[in-house]
């Protein structure tokens, strides 16, 4: 599974692509912020968007919302992924269109699990 993972956090990014590619064996793309991350989804068209509810230039909410635009991209699961439970993320991404929300420190089986569903439901 091509998986586009959007985090500015450098060691969560990292974290993340190296924990889906080893133990999932997919392929990650990562971006920095909601303008590369919108970049990348189009470059690379992957089956699932992952991003962070916060980021330098957006909201993962407004990447979300921007994605659901746009007639190619519209189509693909995404997940918003935040540290906080109840707050401005959740609300966002909600608002946004988002196909899942999940917190972090992110359960690896739950989000497997969750991507597989998402994908298999598109």
Not at 15 to 44: F, N, P, T, W
């Amino acid at each position: 599974m091509k998986i586009l993972y959007i985090e500015d956090n450098k060691t969560q990014r990292d974290i993340m692509k190296r924990m889906l590619e080893i133990l999932g064996g997919h392929q990650v793309v990562v971006a920095e912020d909601g303008g590369e991350g919108l970049k990348k989804a189009a470059d690379s068209m992957p089956d699932i968007i992952m991003t962070d509810s916060r980021l330098p230039d957006m909201t993962g909410g407004d990447v979300i919302n921007e994605i659901k635009k746009n007639p190619a991209l519209s189509n693909i699961p995404t997940i918003v992924l935040s540290a906080n439970l109840m707050g401005e993320g959740k609300q966002s991404a909600v608002q946004s269109g988002a196909d899942a929300f999940l917190t972090k420190p992110v359960d690896y089986e739950k989000l497997t699990s969750l991507m597989k569903e998402l994908v298999k439901n598109k």
